[in-house]
């Protein structure tokens, strides 16, 4: 049997590095963030698999190499004000908090918010404020936000979530309803935004709040 943490060496080794993640600050949180703690006790032996599993609620944590992935198009610096729609876990958030600044978390589901929020208190993360809300209305209260990542897929890019990004920000998301793109959005000075297609992903839907 191997160890959490000899399972998080592999897990970057052949499911991170063997792929195309360089950034060797994404890596080292990475090896950090005890992704066990973050699935349901019953699925703990798959942690460190190479996919994405079920947290409750019909919604999953996102597969090692997509949460990578998606930290690393967002280049974060030191400093960094972060906002993430759809909390899910909390592994995301822990994975942002150990390389940005301040991090805000938004998730719909009171049950997950609630789970993750005491996991990250627990946990000593003290940079990351989890929030109960709709992330289609974004967290104006610490706009403007440097990145700005969504890990639900809405049909296309929410207004407001644009809008709460500074100019030269970077916001990574999935877009589309039964096929999906992960792309990566840079706002200009002038509110638009330039975008690149990343690659296909399979996400669940980003639900509008009640
Ligand atoms: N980042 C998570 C994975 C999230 S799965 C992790 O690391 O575990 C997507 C999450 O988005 C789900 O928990 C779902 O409840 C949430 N979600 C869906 N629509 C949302 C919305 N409008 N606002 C906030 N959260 C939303």
């Not at 690149?196 to 980003?206: A, K, Q, Y």
Request: aromatic share 8%; with cysteine; net charge negative.
């Amino acid at each position: 049997m191997r160890t959490p943490a000899e399972d998080r060496e592999q897990m970057i080794l052949y499911q991170l590095e063997s792929r195309d993640i360089r950034d060797q600050l994404v890596l080292d949180a990475f090896l950090k963030v005890e992704r066990h703690l973050f699935v349901p006790p019953e699925l703990r032996s798959f942690a460190y698999d190479d996919v994405p599993l079920p947290i409750g609620w019909g919604q999953t944590i996102s597969q090692p190499y997509v949460v990578a992935k998606m930290t690393e198009l967002l280049a974060l610096g030191k400093q960094d004000r972060v906002l993430e729609i759809g909390t899910g876990s909390g592994y995301q958030a822990a994975i942002l908090a150990e390389l940005a600044g301040e991090v805000y978390t938004i998730e719909l589901v009171p049950e997950l918010h609630r789970r993750a929020q005491e996991l990250l208190e627990r946990l000593g993360y003290t940079n990351i404020r989890a929030i109960c809300g709709d992330g289609y209305l974004g967290y104006p209260e610490a706009a403007p936000y440097d990145a700005v990542i969504v890990t639900a897929a809405p049909p296309t890019l929410p207004e407001n979530l644009v809008s709460q990004l500074r100019t030269g920000g970077t916001l990574v998301i999935p877009v589309g309803e039964s096929e999906q793109t992960l792309i990566r959005a840079t706002k200009n000075g002038d509110g638009t935004t330039s975008q690149e297609r990343i690659f296909p992903v399979i996400f669940v839907p980003m639900k509008h709040g009640l």
